[in-house]
């Protein structure tokens, strides 16, 4: 098992070059998209529900039964101070997505 930001991953996976991997990817979509980045991050299970939805970036709210509730509360703010925005996707399983502004380059 390999823990990769703070998540466990259950599959054996050497976690610096998953990182180079995702750094990659994220490289090359900065590069590609000319007025703003979409990024979603996607996993398999059931849609949050309604208050979670509500909940989900506010500090110290957790479902977890170990954490802080701080996680998705500081994301939402590194994400806004970037100038984009951060929310839950469509109820079909557990999405966030991203949305940063393009800068000049």
């Excluded at 991997?21 to 000319?34: D, G, K, P």
């Excluded at 500081?74 to 469509?90: C, D, F, L, M």
Aim: charged residues 20%.
């Amino acid at each position: 098992m390999v823990i990769l930001a703070a998540f466990l991953l259950d599959c054996e996976t050497d976690p610096l070059q998953l990182e180079q991997v995702i750094r990659n990817i994220l490289e090359n979509s900065l590069q590609a998209w000319t007025d703003h980045v979409p990024l979603a991050l996607r996993k398999n299970g059931p849609p949050p529900t309604a208050e979670e939805r509500l909940r989900i970036f506010d500090a110290f709210y957790t479902t977890k039964t170990q954490g802080t509730g701080l996680g998705m509360n500081i994301a939402k703010r590194i994400v806004e101070a970037h100038g984009g925005r951060i929310e839950v996707g469509p109820d079909t399983g557990v999405e966030i997505i991203i949305t940063l502004p393009r800068g000049a380059s």
